[in-house]
């Protein structure tokens, strides 16, 4: 079976400054690695995701993710954020589990404040 | 637009008085899932579906059912709701291992 840590659960930081958001997973099998994120009284959108390839992926607005196969993590940075970034991030992991389910297992969320 | 709709998005109701929460999808997506989001405890799966009349316990089942008769619905049901079901709840679908979940809006449910 497979899990995901996130290991911090709230992080505070400054516009304009750099933040790195931590995921570390485990599995038996080979995975695929995605970043959710889910503004207040939404549901969870895709960020990005890496499937297979170069380890650096990128979304849209400015987040990359690495992917490290050695250390088996998957973290999250932004050179500078916005206000607009404020949200939680979910860290999920998808793998073959018990046959046929193609489960996606999430972390439990690290909350990105961002103050002016 | 392609998306999952679920229905409602609030919904307070009594202990014991069964519910039915509906999850649609338009993308004919085979792979749907049920999550439910509680704080501190993140994501957890309670049902998913492979396929038409194909479906299997996640990790947190007990207390729920569901079905699917039909590819794009996936409805989730709580025969007799207890308080600890108060959570939010979340239908998913995939086109398949390779692809992300798309998420529906969310379903708040509070059981009194």
């Known amino acids: 079976a497979q899990s995901v840590t996130q290991l911090d659960s709230q992080v505070p930081v400054f516009e304009e400054a750099p933040v790195e958001l931590r995921c570390n997973y485990s599995?038996?099998?080979?995975?695929?690695l995605f970043w959710y994120v889910q503004y207040p009284n939404q549901g969870l959108q895709l960020l990005l995701k890496?499937?297979?390839?170069?380890?650096l992926v990128e979304s849209i607005n400015g987040f990359e993710a690495e992917f490290n196969k050695s250390q088996t993590s998957f973290h999250l940075r932004k050179p500078s954020v916005h206000i607009s970034d404020t949200a939680e991030y979910f860290c999920a992991v998808k793998a073959r589990s018990g046959g046929s389910n193609y489960k996606l297992t999430f972390g439990k969320g690290t909350l990105l404040t961002v103050n002016p | 637009e392609a998306q999952v709709t679920q229905n409602p998005r609030y919904l307070i109701t009594v202990t014991g008085k069964k519910l039915t929460v509906t999850c649609s999808q338009n993308m004919n997506h085979e792979y749907m899932s049920w999550y439910r989001q509680d704080p501190g405890l993140g994501l957890r799966q309670i049902y998913y579906s492979m396929n038409v009349e194909v479906t299997d316990k996640g990790d947190v089942p007990e207390g729920y059912k569901v079905s699917r008769k039909e590819k794009r619905n996936f409805p989730l049901i709580l025969e007799s709701p207890s308080p600890n079901q108060t959570s939010l709840y979340f239908c998913a679908s995939s086109r398949d291992a390779s692809y992300g979940y798309t998420f529906g809006s969310g379903t708040r449910l509070t059981v009194v």
């Open positions: 599995s038996s099998v080979s995975v695929y």
């Open positions: 890496y499937l297979s390839g170069s380890t």
